[in-house]
């Protein structure tokens, strides 16, 4: 039993230094690194609690809540090597389950939504990172080796291997390769940006489009233009100048008429 202690606590320290390069030494980390703590307090107050003694572990828990900024409800399971970075602001909810080899940074939230009765927080699998400031809620499950983009916010069950980023979280890469506890999340696709981007090119096309059209439009009334101005000035002789026309119609009408008409008969 203390063996298999001691290498929980040696398997503990050891996934710090695999997966934050700010760890300098083994003193520094059992004493300095919140997320530690309250995983090790966690595992105290989740004794008691699974032997129907509540009140002693919800106190364990709240003074680690005091100590760490880190809320860890007695009742949620946690598996092995999970690892939470800095940790401050973490909430996790009592029917929470999370697999092994999960990462966890500032600011998450496993929550509920305020209307199951039973299972009320999300399942994480394997190898699940979830970025900082993300919102995973309700009673889903976010499959393994998936990655949560910080900021999130996940309302919907996540299939093994994706990456979910935006509000509400969607899932923009699921090619099957395994994500891992690969930590470059801060390089995850934005969606949004790229709608709004898309959105962009499109009314710029269409202001070239219609720019276009309008010089277009212009040239053509000039060539109406210049055409109007050639047909008047390189028409019949004196046709440009006023009255001519009448007069050509008048002698023109006059020459029609019968002889009769001439002397009012």
């Not at 990462?103 to 009765?117: D, F, H, M, N, P």
Request: proline content about 5%.
């Amino acid at each position: 039993m203390l063996r298999r202690l001691l290498e929980r606590l040696r398997e503990d320290i050891q996934v710090v230094f695999e997966r934050d390069p700010a760890a300098r030494s083994v003193w520094e980390v059992v004493f300095f690194y919140p997320g530690l703590h309250a995983l090790w307090m966690h595992r105290i107050a989740h004794w008691f609690y699974r032997r129907r003694l509540y009140f002693i572990a919800r106190g364990i828990s709240h003074f680690s809540r005091w100590l760490t900024g880190i809320e860890i409800h007695p009742g949620a399971r946690i598996g092995r090597r999970c690892f939470i970075d800095h940790g401050l602001g973490v909430v996790i909810g009592e029917t929470a389950e999370i697999g092994d080899d999960v990462t966890i940074y500032q600011g998450v939230t496993l929550g509920g939504t305020g209307k199951e009765r039973d299972k009320r927080h999300p399942t994480l699998g394997n190898g699940v990172l979830v970025g900082v400031g993300a919102k995973v809620l309700g009673a889903i499950t976010i499959g393994d080796n998936c990655r949560i983009g910080a900021g999130a916010v996940v309302v919907k069950p996540v299939p093994p291997n994706c990456t979910v980023v935006g509000i509400p979280g969607k899932v923009v890469i699921r090619d099957g390769r395994r994500v891992g506890v690969d930590l470059n999340h801060g390089e995850l696709p934005d969606p949004v940006s790229e709608a709004i981007q898309r959105l962009q090119d499109y009314v710029e096309e269409l202001e070239h489009r219609l720019l276009t059209l309008e010089q277009e439009r212009a040239a053509l009334e000039q060539e109406r233009a210049a055409a109007t101005r050639e047909h008047v000035n390189g028409g019949p002789q004196g046709a440009g100048r006023p009255g001519a026309a009448p007069a050509a119609l008048e002698s023109d009408e006059r020459g029609r008429r019968p002889a009769g008409a001439a002397c009012g008969q």
